[in-house]
């Protein structure tokens, strides 16, 4: 992902070629027989500064013949031409259709020769340039009735209108089968790219973080992976590949890893498997960037059946309690705050230097968790949980696939509430609101944030009975009223979330006024303690964490010592 209007790159991401400057997300996918409820699960956190996160919506339906679909370009709003519009298309609701499939991405870039940015490759007569990621995403969204066909819809637009991104890989999941596919272009002066697919096995658990992670394809079984067919015959090509057909790696050949590639993206991998799967001690070296030539597993089993809410949190995760970890550093300041300012990397003197890059950072502009459930009707069984900027400080709301509209708070609406424009009755403002207010006082506030966050996520629980409802609606009133009921349920938690958002931001104000804080009712957290009179107690004026100063003191010597 690098969006450029919406979407504003991290700008100093290392100067190899073969790492993206401009990609930042993360993806986790769950198998069905991994899940502890039987449903296909993956994850997005779309990270970029700058960008806007509205909820992406489209109303499909039946098309008449020479109709047109217009596309433009998903990171620039760059006109692109426009394409024969399908037959049928289905309605779409954040990465989620109303069948069930659901595709995410994270950019990684590759070779920077095979990078069409700059509309020298081959397009067709309808889109002259090609056919940027993100439109083939939601292209393949509208058009596809599962994960199989999604990747023919996207691969066949590839192969007849070019292709003008950056390396990218694809989550495309449905409520049967999970899969991933890696695609890049082939350079200025070609048409196409070149890709491969392998599914991920039921009792597994994959994910991706902005470099390749599909290596050698002679390990997959090849009845459960796709590829174009010149795959290894362009890497032949073009000099990137020498060696027999069976030790053919696509990272080795498209996207060769580097100290930026590893540290910065492999190691959120490495995050997301430590946290439910055993062995990743043996890959720590690995993710630390001092053996690049190494490889993690794409998919493996994990120790335990995951829940939907483990994999919100694991989009949370900021290396806690392992050797990658921020906090309790000088970097962290007085309140261990788990983030770091960007640029990622700095100089001081001749030597270059580098903050870690954890799964949550403040940048997120939306995160998704798709739940694909096959025990339900799709309307039911598919759940788009969005939440807007930086998922540990925001809370999960349900929206099912089955709604004919998103909620307001998710909407961008031109002049009112969009990237330029703050309005409280946008989640995205809301959601920043507090988290930017609460970053350098993290170990003093959060703590309220969670209270709140966990709160407005008990619906995760008790979802299941939610869904056996809607069932019961479906069967006596029909598809209609139970469109009406979903709509009505996606709106009023998402109402309810920015209600508790926008009272947690004025609790906040209050209680942590001028850097003291009011004392509380220990009863009754959300009450302040009064005086025998009725006046709020005085506050208490904590100062710096006693660790922090010691290191103040360290720094200043007898300074600010009483005399």
């Not at 991405?105 to 056919?131: C, H, M, V, Y």
């Not at 809301?430 to 003093?444: A, E, I, L, R």
């Not at 804080?517 to 004026?541: C, M, W, Y």
């Amino acid at each position: 992902m690098k969006r450029k209007t919406l979407f504003i790159s991290m700008v100093a991401w290392g100067a190899s070629a073969m790492f993206s400057s401009l990609a930042a997300c993360t993806n986790m996918i769950v198998g069905k027989k991994a899940s502890a409820d039987g449903s296909v699960m993956v994850s997005y956190n779309a990270d970029s500064y700058g960008m806007y996160g509205d909820v992406y919506s489209h109303k499909g339906g039946v098309h008449a013949k020479g109709e047109m679909r217009k596309v433009y370009e998903w990171d620039t709003n760059k006109y692109l031409g426009e394409i024969p519009q399908a037959e049928r298309t289905y309605n779409v609701v954040a990465q989620m259709n109303e069948l069930q499939v659901s595709i995410t991405e994270t950019t990684f870039g590759g070779r920077k020769e095979l990078w069409d940015t700059d509309g020298k490759q081959i397009g067709s007569a309808e889109l002259p340039f090609g056919i940027d990621y993100g439109s083939l995403i939601y292209i393949a969204l509208e058009r596809s009735t599962s994960a199989r066909e999604a990747i023919q819809v996207m691969t066949s637009l590839v192969e007849q209108h070019g292709y003008c991104s950056e390396g990218e890989t694809f989550s495309i999941c449905d409520k049967n089968e999970a899969w991933v596919m890696e695609l890049i272009g082939k350079g200025a002066g070609e048409k196409g790219a070149v890709w491969v697919a392998v599914r991920i096995p039921d009792d597994c658990v994959s994910g991706h973080a902005n470099q390749s992670r599909i290596t050698r394809l002679s390990q997959f079984d090849k009845k459960q992976m796709l590829r174009s067919k010149d795959l290894i015959s362009f890497a032949r090509k073009k000099g990137y590949f020498s060696g027999k057909d069976a030790d053919f790696s696509f990272r080795d050949a498209y996207a060769p890893n580097d100290f930026g590639a590893v540290r910065y993206c492999e190691a959120r991998v490495w995050s997301l498997f430590n946290r439910c799967c055993d062995g990743m001690d043996q890959y720590v070296e690995y993710a630390k960037g001092n053996d690049q030539k190494g490889e993690m597993p794409l998919y493996m089993k994990p120790r335990h059946l995951i829940k939907v809410q483990e994999v919100m949190d694991a989009m949370r995760d900021h290396y806690e309690n392992t050797p990658f970890d921020i906090r309790n550093e000088l970097g962290a300041g007085p309140y261990n705050m788990p983030y770091r300012p960007t640029p990622l990397e700095f100089k001081v003197g001749d030597k270059t230097y580098f903050n870690e890059r954890p799964i949550s950072t403040q940048q997120t502009s939306f995160s998704f968790v798709g739940q694909m459930r096959d025990q339900y009707p799709d309307a039911i069984g598919g759940i788009a949980w969005v939440t807007n900027d930086d998922p540990n400080m925001t809370p999960f709301v349900p929206l099912y696939c089955g709604i004919s509209e998103v909620p307001r708070c998710f909407r961008r609406v031109e002049g009112k509430q969009d990237d330029a424009t703050f309005s409280w009755e946008s989640a995205f403002w809301v959601q920043n609101t507090v988290s930017n207010m609460v970053y350098p006082y993290y170990d003093k506030m959060f703590p309220d944030v969670l209270r709140c966050r966990k709160h407005i996520e008990t619906f995760v629980d008790s979802e299941s009975q939610y869904a056996q409802r809607f069932k019961e609606i479906l069967e006596k009133a029909g598809a209609e009223r139970l469109t009406a009921e979903l709509t009505e349920t996606s709106n009023t938690l998402s109402e309810r979330m920015l209600s508790a958002w926008t009272d947690l931001f004025q609790y906040l104000v209050v209680k942590h006024l001028d850097m003291a804080v009011k004392k509380v009712d220990e009863q009754n957290p959300r009450e302040f303690k009064r005086t025998a009179h009725g006046l709020v107690d005085s506050p208490i004026r904590p100062g710096y964490p006693e660790p922090f100063i010691k290191r103040v003191m360290e720094e200043t010597g007898e300074k600010y010592l009483m005399k």
